[in-house]
């Protein structure tokens, strides 16, 4: 029997799978990317909210469509963006581009609640770090942020702590993303838990595509512009009926 080559034995051998993530980090992202994380995420809705009582979403497609277009329009160009830029950046401890970023958030939310909801994000999260993790120095560099740290920069500290790569986190960050926002669809559409997980399935699809988008933008790239997101914002702000903060 005639014996393979060297060559050819490196070809046939089976791909040697990709290293697993460490447990500790692996729960640690799963618990950032929890609805239960004491940061009340859950009561805004950023517009969707708006969105139905304007009679742009009215079923389950419409809402589906709605969150996979603002995953891809909006966060995927802004606040995944900022996690990408600010993780690279808590771990060499640079100060200087997290304060920029942190500013670039804040000047660039198009409505006052979104604004409001960054900062209450941010705010609650650096709590929760302060009660788990106050030997960290870079706690006090987020606490100094004014006028107050925002979730995005917030979040890729907390990220940043577990020891999983970039890329990990900013899946866990979209992941909590979109299960508070079909929760959100769930109840002003209103629609069935059913129809939840079948949008959530999709959006879960989609991520991976916009978490890459994100990674792959230069700082001059990064952009927050939904206009009309941004019109039905202001118009919740003076809506008769909410359940949400935005």
């Given at each position: 029997m005639a014996t393979r080559t060297?060559?050819?034995?490196?070809?046939?051998?089976?791909?040697?799978?990709?290293?697993?993530?460490?447990?500790?980090?692996?729960?640690?992202?799963?618990?950032?990317?929890?609805?239960?994380?004491?940061?009340?995420?859950?009561?805004?809705?950023?517009?969707?909210?708006?969105?139905?009582?304007?009679?742009?979403?009215?079923?389950?497609?419409?809402?589906?469509?709605?969150?996979?277009?603002?995953?891809?329009?909006?966060?995927?160009?802004?606040?995944?963006?900022?996690?990408?830029?600010?993780?690279?950046?808590?771990?060499?401890?640079?100060?200087?581009?997290v304060a920029e970023l942190n500013d670039w958030v804040i000047t660039t939310r198009e409505t006052r609640e979104l604004r409001a909801q960054t900062e209450q994000m941010g705010r609650s999260l650096l709590e929760w770090l302060k009660n788990r993790s106050g030997g960290d120095a870079r706690i006090a560099t987020l606490a100094a942020l004014?006028?107050?740290?925002?979730?995005?920069?917030?979040?890729?500290?907390?990220?940043?702590?577990?020891?999983?790569?970039?890329?990990?986190?900013?899946?866990?960050?979209?992941?909590?993303?979109?299960?508070?926002?079909?929760?959100?669809a769930i109840k002003c559409v209103p629609l069935g838990q059913s129809a939840g997980q079948r949008m959530l399935a999709a959006l879960a699809d989609a991520i991976p595509t916009a978490v890459d988008h994100a990674l792959g933008l230069a700082d001059s790239e990064r952009q927050a512009s939904t206009p009309m997101l941004a019109i039905l914002g202001a118009q919740h702000e003076a809506q008769y009926s909410r359940l949400f903060r935005s």
């Open positions: 060297g060559t050819e034995r490196r070809r046939r051998a089976p791909r040697r799978a990709a290293a697993a993530l460490p447990a500790p980090a692996l729960l640690q992202l799963i618990w950032l990317a929890s609805p239960a994380l004491p940061v009340g995420g859950f009561s805004y809705s950023e517009g969707l909210e708006a969105a139905v009582e304007a009679g742009a979403v009215r079923d389950e497609a419409q809402a589906g469509a709605w969150l996979i277009d603002q995953l891809h329009l909006s966060l995927a160009r802004s606040d995944l963006a900022v996690t990408a830029r600010a993780f690279a950046a808590w771990q060499r401890d640079d100060a200087a581009t004014r006028p107050a740290p925002t979730w995005p920069v917030a979040f890729a500290l907390a990220a940043a702590q577990t020891g999983a790569p970039r890329r990990e986190a900013l899946l866990c960050f979209a992941f909590g993303w979109a299960e508070n926002m079909v929760q959100a």
